[in-house]
């Protein structure tokens, strides 16, 4: 029954599905003659053990490859039980071949919105960098030039890093929404590098960083209405059902899979281009990996994706 069931999963619009579910229906009615040989108790416990499991999978609908809403269950099962990944199209390398995104991926974590130990932590680095970073650094001129590669002014929708600066030096004060963010704005401020993280509960396919078709959905942070991307500007989406969880690269994120006290799985992205190297970014991740374990009791691994190495699971 497994073998018949995966190939029901895997076969739709596939001629050569008939051929399976033929030999399911021979199968079943060999195994119905043998049993009638046998003595009447045998006979009905063999019956009940051998066809339950098949009368309960019909119940999703019969052997058909044209039942659709029995394929649309099967498929959807099958997509929980398969191994996702994170994943960097080919074009966005084509842009950026020196970009490198540092991955922290967590299973389990416990994520509060009071910590003082971690907001002591974040309360130093705040007025640390309001000390020593200038809007004219280089590191974040690089992704000035990032976003204009795309065609996206840098001034009017600024990538993630330049705004937080900018909200530090004109106020240290910044909010406490929960450990896990605070954890993650230290680290992009210490290092100069733009940081995200998304809910995986609220992720349905693999997670793509690629290019707008024009075709996704987008909900902002705090916000009611959908809105579609540009053609071309740089979206990391859902690829199920093209959900955008960030638009124009990281300039602003969803709504949909923001990251809250009750969050669990998670994907931390940090990310490099030049002139930061990708060995700072790597120590930056790493940081951020003994942080989350030591105040957050966070089971997670780390990854990379590079030129080289465009997609992992998880």
Not at 30 to 39: G, K, R, T
Not at 64 to 70: F, L, R, S
Not at 189 to 194: A, D, G, H, N
Not at 296 to 308: E, H, I, K, T
Request: hydrophobic share 40%; with cysteine; glycine share 4%.
């Amino acid at each position: 029954m497994e073998k018949d069931q995966k190939n029901l999963l895997t076969t739709s619009g596939n001629p050569a599905a008939g051929i399976e579910i033929i030999s399911v229906s021979v199968q079943c009615q060999f195994s119905a003659f043998v049993i009638e040989l046998m003595p009447i108790t045998l006979k009905a416990w063999i019956k009940i053990t051998l066809f339950f499991p098949v009368i309960a999978f019909s119940g999703l609908g019969r052997f058909d490859i044209n039942n659709k809403p029995a394929v649309k269950i099967l498929r959807n099962q099958k997509l929980k039980l398969e191994m996702r990944k994170i994943i960097i199209e080919d074009a966005l390398f084509d842009l950026f071949p020196e970009f490198c995104r540092c991955l922290v991926i967590v299973k389990s974590i416990e994520n509060h919105e009071e910590n003082p130990e971690v907001d002591d932590l974040f309360r130093a680095r705040l007025e640390k960098s309001a000390q020593s970073i200038q809007i004219d650094d280089p590191r974040l001129e690089a992704w000035n030039q990032a976003h204009r590669q795309f065609e996206s002014n840098p001034n009017k929708y600024p990538p993630s890093i330049k705004s937080l600066v900018k909200r530090v030096l004109k106020s240290p004060d910044l909010p406490f929404i929960n450990s896990v963010v605070a954890l993650f704005n230290y680290i992009s401020l210490k290092y100069c590098l733009p940081c995200g993280g998304d809910d995986l509960a609220a992720i349905e396919g693999n997670l793509v960083l690629g290019i707008a078709r024009g075709d996704e959905s987008f909900r902002g942070l705090g916000a009611t209405k959908t809105e579609t991307p540009k053609p071309g500007e740089v979206i990391y989406y859902d690829s199920a059902n093209k959900n955008v969880m960030c638009r124009r690269w990281n300039w602003r994120n969803g709504d949909d899979t923001k990251i809250t006290a009750t969050s669990q799985g998670i994907v931390i992205n940090i990310d490099c281009l030049p002139p930061i190297p990708s060995d700072t970014g790597f120590e930056a991740r790493d940081e951020l990996a003994d942080l989350l374990t030591k105040h957050c009791s966070a089971n997670l691994r780390v990854d990379y994706l590079d030129y080289q190495n465009r997609e992992t699971e998880f």
